[in-house]
């Protein structure tokens, strides 16, 4: 585990997590399928969405020693992925938050919020994308494969779904099909999420450099993840256990869900940073 990467660790989390919900939270709302008040009090606990990403961009200006330094990377956008990826976050924040706040304040006109929201949106998945790209690295064949972008993508997705359904359910919304829909989705990726984990680790013992295996850069990996696993499973059965009762989801059940999810995700990212590896020059 490369728990010194932990700014990292924190940044990419937060920020799949927090892009995700939002995608989800978007498509719900451009749905039509809430009423007036279900909209105002969904908005209203996006706060901590919010929260969550700025704490995430907090982290990755700590991994850069200052605010200054994050200014300077600003100056290769367009050339470096780390500085697109930076820009892009900075961007996602500010659009989606003023989107956020038009809602909030009850301000600006209905066509203008939905201009804004689809735009924050692809925003937001320009900056998944850059993300994926910074760590698609030549010289580090343990990053360089399908499972960098699958592992970022199915946080996003998984995180990303247990946020946005605990944001609904704190709203108090009253759509059936929500509590249904959400929880299935969630099932086919967390089945992917255990596909790629078991295949990603057969993997590894094919790869090598002159001084170590990959499979050897984290003695404890078989632990770490069925820990990981184990807490996915244990998020997604208070996920979808209301489904199976036929009741309605409870917030207290939700936020648990989501916390056992989001540590989940935490350890697979140190995990990712632990399998750090150069070949080459």
């Known amino acids: 585990m490369a728990w010194h990467e932990w700014p990292l660790i924190l940044f990419t989390v937060l920020s799949q997590t927090a892009v995700g919900a939002f995608l989800v939270l978007g498509c719900v709302t451009l749905s039509g399928k809430l009423s007036k008040d279900e909209d105002t009090r969904l908005h209203r606990s996006m706060f901590f969405l919010w929260a969550l990403m700025g704490l995430g961009l907090m982290a990755s200006i700590m991994h850069l020693g200052s605010p200054f330094r994050a200014f300077n990377a600003l100056n290769r956008v367009g050339s470096s992925w780390l500085s697109n990826e930076i820009f892009a976050s900075s961007l996602f924040f500010a659009a989606g938050g003023f989107y956020w706040l038009l809602n909030v304040l009850n301000k600006g006109s209905e066509s203008v919020k939905k ?16 993300m994926i790209k910074v760590y698609l690295i030549n010289t580090v064949p343990t990053w360089n494969s399908v499972y960098t972008p699958l592992a970022f993508l199915l946080t996003m997705t998984i995180s ?6 605990t944001l609904l359910v704190g709203s108090k919304h009253n759509h059936r099909d929500l509590d249904n829909v959400l929880p299935t989705v969630a099932a086919i990726a967390l089945a992917i999420s255990v596909i790629v984990t078991i295949s990603q680790m057969i993997g590894l013992s094919h790869i090598s450099s002159a001084i170590v295996e990959a499979s050897d850069l984290i003695p404890n990996m078989m632990t770490l993840q069925v820990l990981r696993i184990g807490l996915l499973f244990i998020g997604f059965a208070l996920m979808f256990s209301p489904r199976l009762l036929s009741s309605k989801p409870a917030l207290p ?22 399998l750090h590896m150069s070949v080459g020059m």
């Open 160 to 165: 990303g779904l247990v946020f946005a359904h």
């Open 115 to 130: 201009a804004l929201l689809l735009l924050a949106m692809l925003i937001g998945a320009g900056f998944m994308y850059a």
């Open 253 to 274: 059940m939700m936020l648990l869900s989501f916390g056992c999810v989001l540590v989940s995700e935490l350890i697979n990212r140190g995990v990712f940073y632990g």
